[in-house]
């Protein structure tokens, strides 16, 4: 069976999964919104199919099976919960929104319509990432430390924070992801954040530093830190488990253990094309087992980044339960 794919939104991230399902069997990308009409043009021009700026008229006028929803945090408004209620596979662009009212809403539209859905977090189809798993599996994780050392993203919307929530809600969901899929769920949380050094960046509101103190509820402990300055650094993980030692990012993976060290490497361009393969597959058969996180899953790290904020504007520790 083919299946058959608009987008809402056409932008960066769009235009990558655009090139890999251009690529994988069973795949047919059918239309294509942006509130950028040409964009949507572009795309439709390359990959054939109808261009539309307005997502309500695509899902009016076009036969779907399923849609890839890659918006900015803030401009996620009722895109998820159309779709779902129109019977529409959702695939959807981390972080899922800009605050937990509004995910909850999509994820509850998901739940009540039972379509399938993917939160786009494609570290989980590293082999890093597996590799990490399979090192720790059923042994006692001690800490989790994690980095985003970023540099500063060109899209407008990424400097200001009631559009994309910072960088901790961003891009270090990544990381925070990576620490959940790990490490399991966070109980707590204690955020400094601050905007130290990109001060001259027209519009910037977005703190340039910041660090999250975290307790998971198995009583493991860790930490995140996140920086846009440029040059930026290095993004990844340090896992503490029974006497074993696990670091890893999108390409690297290293094991400690008394034995001594063992590396691999992995090429992280293949994770994206899994991410999409998994839920194409999912969608033409019903099988969601290729689906690493589902649109639940990916609101728990989502609240994660949401505490984070919280903790850092109040001063005060945040329960996850709470927000
Ligand atoms: N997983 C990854 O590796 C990865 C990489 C980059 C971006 N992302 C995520 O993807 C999302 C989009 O990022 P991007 O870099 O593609 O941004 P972008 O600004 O390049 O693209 C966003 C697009 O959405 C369009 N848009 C905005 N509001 C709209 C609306 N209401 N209806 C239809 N279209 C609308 C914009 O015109 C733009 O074309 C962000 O949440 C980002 O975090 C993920």
Request: glycine share 10%; net charge negative; with cysteine.
């Amino acid at each position: 069976m083919s299946v058959r794919i608009g987008f809402v939104g056409c932008g960066g991230i769009a235009n990558a999964h655009m090139q890999n399902l251009v690529k994988i069997d069973g795949a047919e990308m059918v239309a294509f919104s942006d509130i950028v009409e040409e964009k949507a043009r572009k795309a439709a021009d390359q990959y054939g199919g109808k261009a539309f700026a307005d997502y309500r008229a695509m899902y009016d006028g076009v036969e779907m099976d399923a849609v890839y929803v890659c918006l900015p945090p803030f401009a996620h408004t009722d895109q998820e919960i159309l779709a779902a209620q129109a019977g529409l596979a959702l695939f959807v662009e981390k972080p899922l929104a800009l605050t937990m009212d509004k995910a909850r809403e999509i994820e509850a539209a998901i739940a009540d319509a039972g379509v399938i859905s993917c939160a786009a977090y494609h570290w989980r189809y590293h082999d890093t990432a597996k590799w990490a798993r399979e090192a720790l599996a059923g042994g006692t994780i001690g800490m989790v430390l994690g980095w985003w050392m970023g540099g500063l993203p060109g899209v407008a919307w990424w400097r200001v924070q009631d559009q994309s929530g910072g960088q901790i809600l961003e891009q270090t969901t990544h990381i925070i992801d990576m620490a959940r899929y790990l490490a399991g769920e966070v109980e707590r949380v204690s955020a400094e954040m601050a905007l130290r050094v990109m001060t001259d960046v027209e519009n910037i509101s977005v703190p340039d530093v910041g660090t999250v103190n975290l307790r998971f509820a198995s009583g493991a402990i860790g930490n995140i830190t996140n920086s846009c300055v440029p040059p930026g650094w290095k993004n990844g993980l340090v896992v503490i488990g029974d006497r074993k030692t696990v670091i890893f990012d999108q390409s690297n993976f290293e094991l400690r253990t008394s034995a001594g060290a063992e590396t691999r490497t992995f090429q992280p361009i293949a994770a994206h094309f899994r991410e999409s393969e998994g839920f194409v597959n999912a969608v033409a058969t019903g099988d969601a087992s290729g689906i690493l996180s589902d649109y639940s899953d990916g609101v728990k790290s989502l609240a994660v980044s949401i505490a984070a904020n919280k903790s850092a504007q109040t001063g005060e520790p945040v329960m996850i339960a709470d927000v």
